[in-house]
C-alpha cells in the first residue's frame, strides 16, 4: 500500500471523514454519479478495495466480480468476464489535482489485485459527455478500450476499458 493511501472503512463514513468524502464524490457527480449517505456505505461494505488520501484529498472504490452491486457498467463487465476488478470510482479533490494521488491508488490497486490472483482490472470512463483527463490518465496506465455503451436512457455514453495484470 501506498504511504498516502488510507483503508477507508465504515466507521470513516460516520465520523467527518464520512460527510468530507460524500462531498468529493458529490461535487463530480456528473462523472461519477451522486451518492446518498446510505450508498456511499452499501458501496464501501461492498469493495473490494476502497481507499482515501487524507480525509478527503482521494478516493477510489473498486469490487471483484462477485460484489453485490447493481450498476448497468459493473454488469456490463460481468457478462462478458468470468473474472475481474472494476474502478467504479476515483476522484480527486481539485485542490489537490496534479500531485499522483489517483496513480498512487491506481498502484495500490494494481498491487493488491494481483495478491488477490485477478489478472484484470476494468472500468468505464465517459465518452458523452466526454471526458478527455480521465481518457489520457487510463490509456497512460495502459487501459485499452473494449466497449462501449449509452447508459441512463441515453443520457450518458461510456468507453469500456481493460488493463491486463
Not at 1 to 11: C, D, E, F, T, W
Not at 74 to 94: H, I, N, S
Not at 124 to 130: A, G
Not at 141 to 158: M, Q, R
Request: charged share 20%; proline share 5%; aromatic share 10%.
Amino acid at each position: 500500500m501506498s504511504r498516502l493511501s488510507i483503508p477507508l472503512a465504515l466507521a470513516d463514513l460516520n465520523a467527518p471523514d464520512g460527510a468530507a468524502l460524500l462531498a468529493l464524490n458529490n461535487a463530480h457527480a456528473v462523472e461519477l454519479s451522486w451518492l446518498e449517505p446510505e450508498r456511499l456505505a452499501h458501496l464501501v461494505a461492498q469493495a473490494f478495495l476502497a481507499r482515501r488520501v487524507g480525509v478527503a484529498d482521494a478516493l477510489l472504490l473498486t469490487f471483484d466480480h462477485d460484489a453485490d452491486y447493481d450498476s448497468p457498467n459493473f454488469l456490463w463487465f460481468r457478462e462478458r468476464y468470468p473474472t475481474f476488478v472494476y474502478v467504479d470510482r476515483v476522484v480527486v479533490a481539485d485542490s489537490a489535482r496534479g500531485r499522483g494521488l489517483a496513480r498512487a491508488l491506481y498502484d495500490d490497486l494494481f498491487d493488491a489485485a494481483k495478491a488477490a490472483g485477478h489478472a484484470r482490472i476494468v472500468c468505464e470512463v465517459n465518452s458523452d459527455p466526454p471526458n478527455p483527463v480521465s481518457d489520457a490518465f487510463h490509456a497512460a496506465l495502459g487501459f485499452v478500450p473494449v466497449g462501449t455503451a449509452e447508459i441512463h436512457g441515453g443520457k450518458k455514453t461510456v468507453t469500456y476499458l481493460e488493463r491486463r495484470l
